[in-house]
Nanobody, 123 residues
Framework: QVQLVESGGGVVQAGGSLRLSCAASGRTFNNYAMGWFRQAPGKEREFVAAISRSGDSTYYANSVKGRFTISRDNAKNTVYLQMNSLKPEDTAVYHC????????????????WGQGTQVTVSS
C-alpha cells in the first residue's frame, strides 16, 4: 500500500512557475514508477509526466515538454514537478500516481493516487 500526498499548488500569473511535490508513504518508494496527471473541469484526466523507478528515464506530454520537469528523491520518498512558463491552459487539479515497475502514460495503469492539488494560472 502506498499513500500519496501532493502539495505546492496555487494561483500564479501566466509565465510564472510552481513546484509541486508528492510525498509517498512506505519503505518501497523506489519500487514504483511515478506519474503526474492533471484534470481540468469537464475534461478527462490527462498524462503530464512520468519518471522511472531510478529516475534515469523521464517522459512528458507534448503540451508541457520543455516547460515542465519531473524528478524524484528516493531518499525522501518524494517526486516533484517543476512547472515553468505556465499558461492558462495548464489550469487543472494535478495528481501524482504510482505503479509497480515501469512507467506508463495511461492513468488506468496506475495503482495509487493522491488527492490532487489545484493549479490556477491567470492570464
Amino acid at each position: 500500500q502506498v499513500q500519496l500526498v501532493e502539495s505546492g499548488g496555487g494561483v500564479v500569473q501566466a509565465g510564472g512557475s510552481l513546484r509541486l511535490s508528492c510525498a509517498a508513504s512506505g519503505r518501497t518508494f523506489n519500487n514504483y514508477a511515478m506519474g503526474w496527471f492533471r484534470q481540468a473541469p469537464g475534461k478527462e484526466r490527462e498524462f503530464v509526466a512520468a519518471i522511472s523507478r531510478s529516475g534515469d528515464s523521464t517522459y512528458y506530454a507534448n503540451s508541457v515538454k520543455g516547460r515542465f520537469t519531473i524528478s524524484r528523491d528516493n531518499a525522501k520518498n518524494t517526486v516533484y514537478l517543476q512547472m515553468n512558463s505556465l499558461k492558462p491552459e495548464d489550469t487543472a487539479v494535478y495528481h501524482c500516481a504510482a505503479r509497480i515497475a515501469t512507467t506508463s502514460r495511461a492513468p488506468g495503469e496506475y495503482d495509487y493516487w493522491g488527492q490532487g492539488t489545484q493549479v490556477t494560472v491567470s492570464s
